[in-house]
């Protein structure tokens, strides 16, 4: 099993650029999440999902967007990025809610928009 | 006021010390409880469940007061390597299974 993978694990982009951060688990987990953690912060969730097909917003979504149309996938949009938006950002995923709800979570992918 | 609130640490020891993390939460309807480490520029990782009866494993004790709505983590005899971030994460019900992550306490250990 290669867990939670994600791509790339670094990038830099102009600010009005786009870009696609992939996320993917082979676990067959229900449940995925979007994060962002600033330096020296805890982690802030953008987007979560609980099933192919339904995603959701979390605490701070503006400027980024999300689909999920397989089990294993939950790509993460960033539109016109912004200097507010240089982050490390970690994807998870988990098998269930509750005391079962452990999340896993990727590698990260730093992003710097200058 | 957040909603998952850390001690804000930095907590620097020397090693063979005991050290304890207190992290307190603010929604009575929180479920599931987690102690998370994360070192240096890399994913968090689940370091322990914490459970109403308290759970431990080896040198990490959990504990969850649900009364006072905290829950902390006691590292015994510390290592050079017990060196990281310490995150807790708290799963209200109803929530989707979405976590809220402290900010985080950072230990470093000392020879």
């Known amino acids: 099993n290669a867990g939670v993978t994600q791509t790339p694990k670094f990038r830099i982009l102009k600010i009005g650029q786009s870009m696609t951060l992939q996320c993917a688990q082979d676990m067959n987990h229900n449940y995925m999440y979007w994060y962002r953690q600033d330096p020296g912060m805890g982690l802030k969730l953008i987007y979560y999902s609980v099933g192919a097909g339904i995603t959701d917003k979390g605490e701070v979504p503006n400027g980024y967007n999300v689909s999920r149309s397989t089990t294993e996938d939950f790509p993460l949009r960033l539109e016109l990025a912004a200097p507010s938006q240089t982050s490390v950002y970690f994807c998870?995923?988990?098998?269930?809610?509750?005391?079962?709800?452990?999340?896993?979570f990727g590698p990260g992918t730093r992003l710097l928009v200058l | 006021r957040k909603e998952v609130e850390q001690d804000p640490g930095p907590f620097n020891v020397p090693e063979g010390a005991t050290v304890a993390f207190n992290c307190t939460y603010s929604?009575?309807?929180?479920?599931?409880f987690f102690w998370y480490r994360q070192d240096c520029r890399k994913e968090p990782k689940l370091l322990m469940s914490?459970?109403?009866s308290g759970n431990e494993d080896g040198r990490f004790t959990a504990q969850l007061n649900r009364a006072s709505q905290y829950i902390s983590l006691l590292i015994r005899d510390s290592k050079l390597s017990d060196s990281a971030t310490y995150l807790c994460a708290v799963n209200v019900r109803t929530n989707a299974g979405k976590s809220t992550f402290g900010d985080g306490t950072t230990l470093t250990v000392k020879p």
């Open positions: 929604n009575s309807a929180s479920q599931s």
């Open positions: 998870a995923s988990s098998y269930s809610t509750g005391q079962g709800g452990t999340q896993y």
């Open positions: 914490v459970y109403s």
